[in-house]
């Protein structure tokens, strides 16, 4: 049996082992190839080798415990391969540096994770090769989301800035997703940064930008930056403005089959139920609010639930308000839906877990959450109306 030929059974029999649930038999024989043919200068047994170690550190990840020992295997790919010339090799350490970072943050070890994105981007920012060059699009992003984590929002910005000028506008699908998720990062970071002028013109140009687009995932993204802007406008009291925001949201989605972009039609509702009442237009409120219930019961409850998880843990009381009312709402629709016990059950845990909070505003909403869980109790047939599950905004 020639070398090349040993080398390919040896690496066969290890992914039977792995699929037969023997990663450590699997793993051993890695090994044992490794020590083998380490030495060995052909392209093709380099590559090999390479592939071994990656494969070697993905399963040692996902092993209890094997952060350490995953990311042993990878410091030695890339202390094996890391000057290779040949384009196979060098897109394995690239993409093997970035597997390192995301044990590192597996890990809780931001530094050294941010250090991994810095040794990634040093090899390979400027190649042009496009299995590279996805790697460090992938690499800047993640990087620019650890720097958040780490309190280091001007250098994440610098991140954003860095990679939309040289992957903005780059036609692949993926690369189209990961350009509305950085420019997203951008408008937060601008806001965090209290840019608001700033964050307004790009948050205009994303909405520009995925106006046209067909693609669901980005659709999403459609919807959440609208939602965003129409928030804006209620907590500035812009009544009209929000509610033209939201109507383009139902207009654009209503027909949408895809559970996340109904969600998001659903908030636009409530949302709207919200500033009608707060116009005085009460009939429409009243309409509005029935169409959500109707049409959207199912898919309201999932998006409220999403707002309240997002937020409630928030230390910004305008975005605990956001999850209290969200849960007020869930309330309310689950009491049109006539599921009257799981309102009330909503209604009491909102209580107790809002009852002390510090927010004015929070504690009024906790006052409305006890008057309609009273309301619920004393007169379970009731007809709650309009502003059962709609007059409070998230």
Known sequence: MSEFAELDAGLARARELFELGRSDDGLAIYDELIERHGD??????????????AFKGHLLFREPDGGDRAVGAFDELVGRFGEATELELREKVARVLRWKAEALLGMGRRE????????????????????????????????????IELDRAD??????????????????PLLRVMATRVLQTKIDLLRALGREDEANVVTDALIGRLDGEDDPRLLVVLGDVLLGRAAELVAGEWWEEALSVFGAIVGRFEDAREPALRERVALALSNSVFALMQLTRFEEAAATHKDLVERYGDEALASFDGVARQFEGSAEPELRRQAVGALVNKAGVLGELDRRAEAVAVLSDLIERFEADDDEAIQGLVDQADRRRAGLLEEPAADTGAGAGGDDPQ
């Open 155 to 172: 250098v994440a910005l610098a991140c954003c800035d860095e990679w939309l000028p040289r992957f903005g506008e780059a036609t692949s």
């Open 112 to 147: 050294a994770a941010d250090e991994t994105y810095d040794d990634l981007l040093v090899r390979f920012v400027d190649a042009t090769e496009p299995v590279l060059s996805g790697q460090v699009a992938i690499a800047l992003e993640q990087k620019a989301v650890n720097l």
């Open 40 to 53: 060995d200068p052909a392209v093709y047994v380099r590559a090999k080798l390479a592939e071994a170690l």
